[in-house]
């Protein structure tokens, strides 16, 4: 080999590395631009789900929500999941990526009429994204030592199963088509917790929460809360400005604000204890949670156009409230992950009591319906009560904790 081949197969190898074996992933890594923008792809999907739920605030709007939400937070998730443990940052890393991105794009622009005309167009679409996850699994698992030979070809298989039935749900009428993707959901969750949550220790190991993956998902729920500035903006700029819209919508993002505050005082960018169990609850809860902030930003829209109403409109009322009261359960369920939980109980207990209590509240006024300006007034301190309950626990620990010799 001449001193240019070698340098060409040198070349190469660099830009097209074979994807890394389990449990070769760093420790400690920090979250790169390739990954933020196959994100922000993602929640643009996101926005058309949370846009088209914002002009169906129905039962049926919402179960379509769920459905598509669910599909598309799954191959997030699939996708994130397998750069973490394989992927590297070379042309092969953004090519595999890119290759997803080419597929998302379409999809999104089928979400809108996902539960009706664009329904088979969604299916086949999906189908083909999640071939595309299987494949690039199946490719990673061919490196795999023994150990990891089970949970990889199970993975591969519950992956691609996906891609068929969703590509087969394309013949099926809207109404069982959009039932089918729900139940799809379910049972991908479902297996995947079984797989997690059979692992043996070295392969537990190489699936538990890394730095990198933590700040992966804090930046997604970052992202998706963007929507409920979105959700504000669009219902002001349908709306004449004066003093009670303006003075509604600035409230519906104090709420969206305080559901930002809740998740990352209690819950976020922290790692979960190093268990199986601990592992499957934190990547899962994340998926109601981020749906409720999703379908929030949604129905703000709607909290905006009717601020001169009486009383709120049903379905964005209890989609207001039922997401405010998912977001302060889910928060507290991820913080039961958390090492802090047990660590810190004189906090976490109270806590969680208080949380429990505040999303019964805001359920509770969501079904009285009262005015969108005291809906949100109500929101806002359902997410405020547990907070100034943290501060006021933080100062009596303060005030009871006794000063050494070196601090006199």
């Known amino acids: 080999m001449t001193s240019q081949q070698a340098r060409w197969a040198r070349l190469r190898r660099q830009l097209w ?34 846009h088209h739920l914002a002009g169906h605030l129905t039962w049926r709007g919402l179960g379509e929500f769920a459905a598509v939400f669910s599909l598309v937070w799954i191959a997030w998730l699939n996708g994130s999941l397998h750069h973490e443990l394989h992927g590297h940052e070379d042309a092969r890393g953004r090519s595999m990526f890119l290759l997803q991105i080419l597929v998302l794009v379409p999809l999104g622009a089928f979400i809108p009429e996902a539960g009706g005309a664009h329904g088979a167009a969604f299916a086949v679409d999906a189908g083909v994204l999640f071939a595309i996850l299987a494949m690039l699994w199946l490719l990673a698992a061919r490196g795999d030592s023994a150990e990891f030979r089970r949970p990889s070809r199970l993975f ?9 039935v969703l590509a087969a749900s394309a013949a099926l009428p809207a109404g069982p088509r959009v039932l089918t993707w729900g139940l799809l959901a379910v049972a991908y969750l479902a297996g995947f917790t079984v797989v997690v949550g059979t692992a043996m220790p070295a392969q537990a190991v190489a699936l538990s929460v890394t730095d990198a993956l933590t700040e992966r998902f804090g930046l997604f729920i970052i992202i998706v809360l963007g929507e409920t500035v979105t959700g504000v903006v669009d219902g002001l700029a349908h709306e004449p400005t004066n003093a009670l819209t303006l003075a509604v919508g600035l409230i519906a993002v104090v709420v969206g604000f305080g559901a930002w505050w809740t998740y ?10 190093p268990t199986r169990a601990a592992t499957v609850q934190w990547m899962l809860v994340h998926l109601p949670l981020t749906a409720a ?23 964005t009322a209890w989609v207001l409230g039922g997401g405010a009261a998912v977001v302060l359960c889910a928060t507290m369920a991820l913080a039961t992950t ?6 810190d109980r004189r906090l976490y207990r109270p806590l969680a009591r208080t949380c429990v209590a505040a999303a019964v509240v805001a359920v509770t006024v969501s079904a009285a319906r009262p005015s969108p300006l ?4 109500v929101l806002v301190l359902a997410f405020a009560v547990p907070w100034t309950l943290a501060v006021a626990i933080r100062l009596s620990d303060d005030e009871t904790e006794p000063v050494s010799s070196t601090d006199a």
């Open 156 to 164: 591969v298989t519950g992956t691609a199963i996906c891609a068929v």
């Open 293 to 315: 902030v999703g379908a929030m930003g949604a129905a703000m829209v709607d909290l905006v156009e009717q601020a001169h109403d009486s009383r709120t409109p049903a379905d």
């Open 17 to 50: 590395q074979p994807p890394r074996a389990h449990g070769e992933q760093p420790r400690e890594r920090v979250v790169g631009p390739l990954e933020l923008f196959y994100d922000l792809v993602v929640v643009v999907l996101v926005a058309q789900a949370a």
């Open 338 to 343: 958390l090492p802090t939980w047990h660590q």
């Open 374 to 377: 005291v809906l949100g007034l």
């Open 264 to 273: 990352f005082d209690f819950a976020g960018h922290r790692q979960p204890k």
